[in-house]
T-cell receptor, first 113, second 116 residues
Framework: EPEVTQTPSHQVTQMGQEVILRCVPI?????FYWYRQILGQKVEFLVS????????KSEIFDDQFSVERPDGSNFTLKIRSTKLEDSAMYFC???????????FGDGTRLSIL | AQKVTQAQTEISVVEKEDVTLDCVYE???????LFWYKQPPSGELVFLIR??????QNEISGRYSWNFQKSTSSFNFTITASQVVDSAVYFC?????????????FGKGTRLSVIA
């Protein structure tokens, strides 16, 4: 079964540094999402993306965050200047159509020191 | 506003017991989807089931079954004859469908521990 692939699996970064999390979605799945999960807490929506633009974003997704599909296949989440509270598991998800379930990648664990 | 409540934070059962995980949701939409995801200790999110708001039929898949009741806004999940491998955090989630590309709203999760 096709999978959503996320890299790296674990990223350790100094506070204030930029970080880019990468996602290779399932081919022909058109809707993209980023979620995050702070350790021990629930999964929270960050941003949705369709047709090369943001569909919706949460209040968490402030100016420090950006998303893009740089080469038409990969889907990236960039955090410009990381803070300690950005430490979390970040999940990429995508789905083929609006009435299809979202399939999640295995996540990237981001640790900010 | 959408909201998903999983009142049970942690449940512990002995292997082979049945266990039910509760999920109550709130939405103003008449068209929506409900989901259950499993998060094992390794951390990934595994899709288990999706239900749309027009289909109240209960579903059974092996040892798993789901009871959707619109009258009580609940979508409960039962594991029959639990096994140690069922130990995980289980998340219930909701997605409103009437306004396009809406995200999933998750509950806080229920941590299930199955003891041998």
């Amino acid at each position: 079964e096709p999978e959503v692939t996320q890299t790296p699996s674990h990223q350790v970064t100094q506070m204030g540094q930029e970080v880019i999390l990468r996602c290779v979605p399932i081919s022909n799945h058109l809707y993209f999402y980023w979620y995050r999960q702070i350790l021990g807490q629930k999964v929270e929506f960050l941003v949705s993306f369709y047709n090369n633009e943001i569909s919706e974003k949460s209040e968490i997704f402030d100016d420090q965050f950006s998303v893009e599909r740089p080469d038409g296949s990969n889907f990236t989440l960039k955090i410009r200047s990381t803070k300690l509270e950005d430490s979390a598991m970040y999940f990429c998800a995508n789905r083929q159509g609006l009435n299809q379930p979202q399939h999640f990648g295995d996540g990237t664990r981001l640790s900010i020191l | 506003a959408q909201k998903v409540t999983q009142a049970q934070t942690e449940i512990s059962v002995v292997e082979k017991e049945d266990v039910t995980l509760d999920c109550v949701y709130e939405t103003r939409d008449t068209t929506y989807y409900l989901f259950w995801y499993k998060q094992p200790p390794s951390g990934e999110l595994v899709f288990l089931i999706r239900r749309n708001s027009f289909d109240e039929q209960n579903e059974i898949s092996g040892r798993y079954s789901w009871n959707f009741q619109k009258s009580t806004s609940s979508f409960n999940f039962t594991i029959t004859a639990s096994q140690v491998v069922d130990s995980a955090v289980y998340f219930c989630a909701l997605s409103e469908a009437s306004s396009g590309n809406t995200p999933l709203v998750f509950g806080k999760g229920t941590r299930l521990s199955v003891i041998a």
